[in-house]
């Protein structure tokens, strides 16, 4: 059971990382923006924060507590009875690395989808 939940992040994860890279390498094309690779991941890496934490506010306000049922997955996350849902949700040092690696990939991922030539070359013609 905890690897398919460990499976259901990483799918999500690789999602995210799919659709976000193509979306900016079509908006790249799209507008003719000349944009370096180190940029690039630092725009990318923005995108995946902002992504991941915009909710954020939402759940302090609402004040959200989760009981989670199954011991094994608690023990994972180190979670003892009702904790706040802020708690799952902080940013650490393994959101970062995340960032950075879907960042990343996101910034491969998309050029090799997209080709900006081909794409111009449709356009002309």
Not at 38 to 61: G, H, T, V
Not at 81 to 95: M, Q, R
């Amino acid at each position: 059971m905890i690897y398919l939940a460990i499976f259901s992040i990483f799918l999500i994860y690789l999602i995210d990382t799919f659709l976000i890279g193509v979306t900016y390498q079509s908006l790249k094309i799209r507008y003719g923006w000349k944009i370096s690779p180190k940029k690039s991941f630092i725009i990318l890496f923005f995108a995946f924060a902002i992504l991941e934490n915009y909710l954020l506010p939402l759940l302090f306000a609402l004040d959200l507590r989760i009981t989670i049922g199954n011991e094994r997955i608690a023990k994972l996350i180190d979670a003892h009875g009702s904790i706040h849902s802020l708690e799952l949700f902080d940013p650490g040092i393994f959101e970062f690395i995340v960032w950075c690696s879907q960042a990343f990939f996101a910034g491969i991922i998309g050029p090799k989808l997209l080709d900006e030539q081909k794409w111009q070359h449709n356009k002309a013609a």
